[in-house]
């Protein structure tokens, strides 16, 4: 079995029965005393249960000494399994090949968090690391007892415990446990997600003495994707299943009032489902659904149109009441009184604009509802909250509901996969059979939750000598956190929101994140209400590095108005205020990488109607640092921007698998420039109208930069933090402060698209 | 009314029945089984349904079952096997490629037809071969790798 990442056809008892002979339990459960005492300690034939606070929920050794490592998070593509896979057979001391990751099954993980944050190594890997440590001491002193010599005197060579003095002296994993569950307490802090942390006595090794983690190991679930050999959750399919597609309105807010079935009487099995908000309808055939989608008539109810214009839209961010104000950190000094003394003071303003995930795919999602249990398999990042939504939804115990988790066609944070989930499960119950539903292209770019749209004010105060004394930075949107980043709550999904229940939108914003050492320094964050409280397509929520492309971009454009302003070098004035140490080592190589040629901006004395210009921009995100260089071409004719190349300097901490970063990094900057020139969710005062690719353009391979060159800085000595999206938020400030470099012009409102740029121009 | 279709499918003939307006799409995934042409946009757009019709690229999608006649039908899970890869297959696997994967069958049918057609082609030409067709993880950087990777076991 190659593909490390899927648990759907292995379930774990089955895994450890297919190493070899499962060791049948004899009475009562072993515990751990009675297993001590007979001789054979910490193995247990029957499963403890699956609780954060068991080594067995993260760690077992099969029949045929393979390693089963069970993990609460998954891999939206970027190969995280490989880098966990990494982490464990270096603290167990097994070759890497002998090290399967399951991900994400609720059956055989615990609630790790999923995919969140870029978390996966952070908090969900360091979690592993203990456990797998952990699970080498257990089998250390395992092998004591039967070797009968001290454990201080064995150590472990590819999955053998032997004796340091003599390697005849040995025992593999295989014959101490293989095949039975470690039933080992571990120190668990009782929590669950993200935070969850069970340590046990063992301590990880010395980075110094690491030799797989740190390489550049392959991943294995390339060739079954080339081959056609991969099962995506849409490839899904169980017997007697149906399929689904949901209908949404043409006005957001109007709910069906009158649904005529007969209208799709003519097509084979078609039926409808209606309750409240909800519709939907089912066939037996995939085509036949889509058709009955699109021939039902529905009668909506009048509902207002709910949006203001397009155009009028940052007009209503700036002048809508905030719902909720956060100055984080602290503010540094006095802000207000430090303006009153200035001698000049810089501010500009910034705009962002709705984007959606846009999933290659639009979600989907097959429920199967049996004997009172459910089954749903799903390309969610987070399985377990969404059994929380179901169980919830369908008001059954959350133990009776089984998430699966199978790759989806896409993940970017908080797209539509959790509420394809939860539509799946409702229209599964209602017509009694399992149900296949995936929404159709218009509902995956029209109707996923949306990244905020959001304006940043920042401004300064400068002394007479041109000194910044005073910073201040505002951030006013949409919240992120409108609908929560995971389905488990159903007012959070549009299952539960077009049934009736109650709402709890929720606020959440940010600020940069960055060390600039000003003495004075307020930055801060407002959220305002939803411009439709309930099923609304411009709900929002996450979105790759949620945020942080926004704030980024205005507050590291603003520190390039700065730096222009007083005719200083882009990173000369950065470096000028950073105090962080690995911030300017970042910046530095970037610099170094690049051939930085130290200047102010904008590049004079270009002529002709193609300008060239370079931008740098850095931002922290949870401990990672990355710093970029866009060098970029304007057209001055008709605002095409052409970004040549990047230069990224990227420090997360240890390095686990430098390959992993590198291809993650690339896409990060892929979609970063996407988001940057063309991305803006469109829509009238009834509905978003950006429904597909011609309506939500992204990034051509035409206009895909020749060059992405990364500079990996790697700090073994430092506990590793994300890669997945922190190389996003940059993106669009470096791209700007480039164009200010080629023009003297700059641009304060993403998308930087052809006619924005022209119009900035001229 | 459904009607009776005998379509060449990687070399075999597969006999289906099926309302002659439905997609090739759905035939292939859900008559056929054939997973891998995957629905992406139904609209001609994104190219994840991409499946070689005689030959040439064509939108699964958006061609109706009851167009394709004897025509020959190529996957690809007909492209090529972990035995007999084809170059593109070994060039997406030495390159790493994919994230989520799902839209690889664009990029691989599309780029295989060209390269078939195309030797020793230019980066220019390449891309332009490629122009429209979308990978939303943002792999792109790496599928030029791949497809020049490819272009050059190919001579």
Known sequence: MTRHEKSTTFSRRSLLRAGGALVVSIGAPITLDTARAAGDAIAASVKPPLMPDQLSSYIAVNADGTISAFFGKMDMGQGLFVAVGQIVAEELDVPFKSVKVFMGDTASSVNQGGASGSTGLQQGGKQMRVAAAEARRVLVEMAADKLGIPADELTVT???VHAKSDATKSVSYADLIGGRYFNVQLDWNKKYGNPLYAPGKAQPKDPKEHKIVGQ?????????KVFAQENFCTDIKVPGMVHARMIRPTVAGAVPVKVDEASIKDIPTATVVWDKGFLGVVADREWDAIKASQQLNVEWSAAAPPFPSQ???????????????EVEPKEAGNVDDAFKTAARVIEAEYEWPFQSHSSMGPACSLVEIKDGHVTCWSGTQKSHFVRAGIAAILNMPEDNVHVIWTPGPGSYGRNDADDAAMDAAVLAKAVGKPVRLQYMRNQ???????????IHKARVALDAQGNVIAYDFLSKGFSRVDVDTNGSKPYDTLAGQTLGVDLKSGDGFGVPAESYAFANKRTAWETIAPLLDRAS?????????PVGPQIHFASESFMDEVAAALNMDAIAFRLRYIKDARDAAVIKAAAEKAGWQTRPSPHKGQTGDKVSGRGIAYAQRNGTRVAMIAEVDVDRRNGKIHVRKFTVAHDCGQIINPDGIRMTVEGNIVQGVSRTLWEEVKFSQKNVTS?????????DITETPEEIDVVLINHPEIAPSGAGEPSSRPVAAAIANAIFDATGVRIRRVPFSPDHVKAALS | MDQRF????NGKNRTVEADPDTPLLYVLRNDIGLNNPHFGCGLAQCGACTVHFNGQPIRSCVTPVSAVGDGKILTLAGLGTPEKPHPLQKAYIEEEVPQCGYCINGWIMTAAAFLRDKKKPTDAEIRSALEGLKCRCGTHVAILRAVKRAAAMMG
């Open chain 1, 158 to 160: 590819d999955g053998i």
């Open chain 1, 216 to 224: 550049p190991i392959r991943r294995e679930d390339i060739a079954p």
């Open chain 1, 311 to 325: 155009a009028a839209l940052y007009d209503h961010i700036r002048s809508a009441s905030p719902r909720k104000r």
């Open chain 1, 444 to 454: 995956g770019t029209g109707w996923d939750p949306k990244g905020p749209a959001s």
């Open chain 1, 537 to 545: 397509p411009l709900r929002s929520s996450h979105l790759r590095d």
């Open chain 1, 691 to 699: 429904v597909d690719w011609m309506t939500y353009p992204i990034l």
């Open chain 2, 6 to 9: 005998t379509l060449k499918v």
